[in-house]
């Protein structure tokens, strides 16, 4: 699909691999008005962007209820959107199947800030245990200490991983970071993703965030099969809002081929989250 907003054509297929869905409808934590962003509002920006398919992700606004979740794949269309769900080892395994026939693939773990995570990590283990048969992976936002402080349990989960937000970094410090060597040894052990978004998450420096950029390209570069590419529409960090245009541009530069853009917005979506099949 060719978009002439950008300044590359966008491949047929296209996935947006990281974005929320937040509907102020659904009973939530009071901050939902805020950070609003409902599947129509996002369904005419990835027209005009191309992208053609996408992953929902929780969004901590509703906790472990996943209904604004579930409901935002039907509306979108479980052929063009998958979800990534917030649950804690409380579920049942019927309600987890539930959650798979309605499009969830994997759970999430937003735990860079403990302050004011949903889930625990001590949920973590138990829950990659019970979704390892189902296909299933953990998210994992986690900052680059975090990462380093569980590396025994991460390289032995059962189940695939993927990494959010660049492995959240030290900005500061870049690929130089200890958690980067990390990060590919995940990766090199052959069951690690990485999600590139959230530029603005890690930089020390602002837009066009170079910082990050470097991180992003140096990832790519080192496993262009494993890494995919996300948005974080509609942006509940920032109090000044991107540009979805800008951000998507990104995609240019950090996938600097066609062939790279390729694995990253449709053959690695599709093998990681299962489209097409």
Known sequence: MESSILSFQMPKNACNSHLHIIDPKYPNN?????????????RKIAEKLGFERAVFVQAKVFGT???????AIA???RSKAKGIAVV???ISDAELRDLERKGVVG??????NPKNAVVSYEDCLPLAKRIADMGWHVQLHMGAAQLLEHA????????????DHMGRLDPAKGTD???????????????????????YLNTTVGR??????KVAKAIASYAPERVVFGTDFPHTTEKIKPSEIELTELAASWFPTAHARELALVKNPEELYGFGK
């Open 30 to 42: 009071g901050k939902a008005a805020a950070q609003k962003g409902t599947v129509e509002e996002y």
């Open 65 to 71: 209820d996943n209904t604004c979740l579930t409901d």
């Open 75 to 77: 509306a979108y269309g």
């Open 88 to 90: 804690n080892n409380s």
């Open 107 to 112: 759970l999430r773990f937003s735990l860079w």
């Open 152 to 163: 025994d349990d991460l390289k032995s989960l059962p189940c695939p991983i993927v990494i």
């Open 177 to 199: 970071d200890p958690a980067f060597r990390f990060i590919c040894s995940l990766i090199d052990a052959g069951h690690t993703w990485v999600k590139l978004s959230g530029p």
């Open 208 to 213: 066009p965030w170079p910082d990050a950029a």
